[in-house]
């Protein structure tokens, strides 16, 4: 029985495997990083180690601010509850992380270059956040491998290194929190 469970979250991506074979049960908000494949749960010992560079990376100054969205997050989806637009949320979470002292841009366009052309509108980041962390708000009950995929892109893109895909059409908001590095 127990074997089975642990087969279940191993298949359901919750659970790492170590180098020395022992399992690590992931924490309740994901992280993903740019290397490590969707389809693959189980995290070679090279995946780990570059997990832990790319984690040691991210300051604390970036972790402050990641965790001060979190609980915007959570206080915007206490007050509202999962069912409505993103852009109720994309509005109130601004209006929450003012409310914080810190300082937000909404919509914010960024240029993308590809060889000598470039575009001007490539893409809108949903918040910038102390110009620093991108948060990318979905109306979903559960991140797509596409969403991931959008918000790692946009990490490249612009250079930044913290991402957080909040999904708010949940009836538990930390369901819906990915915390993503570049």
């Given at each position: 029985m127990i074997t089975e469970q642990v087969t279940q979250a191993c298949t359901a991506g919750r659970m790492l495997r170590l180098p020395e074979g022992k399992l690590a049960l992931l924490p309740a908000v994901s992280t993903?990083?740019?290397?490590?494949?969707?389809?693959?749960?189980?995290?070679?010992?090279?995946?780990?180690?570059?997990?832990?560079?790319?984690?040691?990376?991210?300051?604390?100054e970036l972790n402050a601010i990641s965790g001060k969205i979190v609980d915007a997050a959570f206080a915007v989806h206490s007050r509202l509850g999962p069912g409505l637009l993103e852009s109720v949320y994309e509005a109130c979470l601004a209006y929450e992380l003012?409310?914080?002292?810190?300082?937000?841009?909404?919509?914010?366009?960024?240029?993308?270059?590809?060889?000598?052309?470039?575009?001007?509108?490539?893409?809108?980041?949903?918040?910038?956040?102390?110009?620093?962390?991108?948060?990318?708000?979905?109306?979903?009950?559960?991140?797509?491998?596409?969403?991931?995929?959008?918000?790692?892109?946009?990490?490249?893109?612009?250079?930044?290194?913290?991402?957080?895909?909040?999904c708010f059409n949940n009836t538990r908001i930390k369901q819906g929190i990915t915390r993503l590095i570049n």
């Open positions: 993903f990083y740019g290397d490590c494949k969707e389809e693959t749960p189980m995290m070679t010992g090279f995946q780990l180690y570059v997990q832990q560079q790319k984690e040691a990376a991210v300051t604390p003012r409310n914080r002292k810190l300082s937000v841009r909404r919509q914010v366009i960024v240029p993308i270059t590809y060889e000598e052309l470039e575009f001007e509108e490539g893409y809108r980041l949903d918040l910038l956040v102390e110009e620093s962390v991108i948060v990318e708000l979905k109306a979903v009950s559960k991140a797509s491998p596409l969403h991931v995929s959008q918000v790692l892109t946009y990490l490249k893109l612009s250079g930044h290194k913290l991402g957080l895909l909040l």
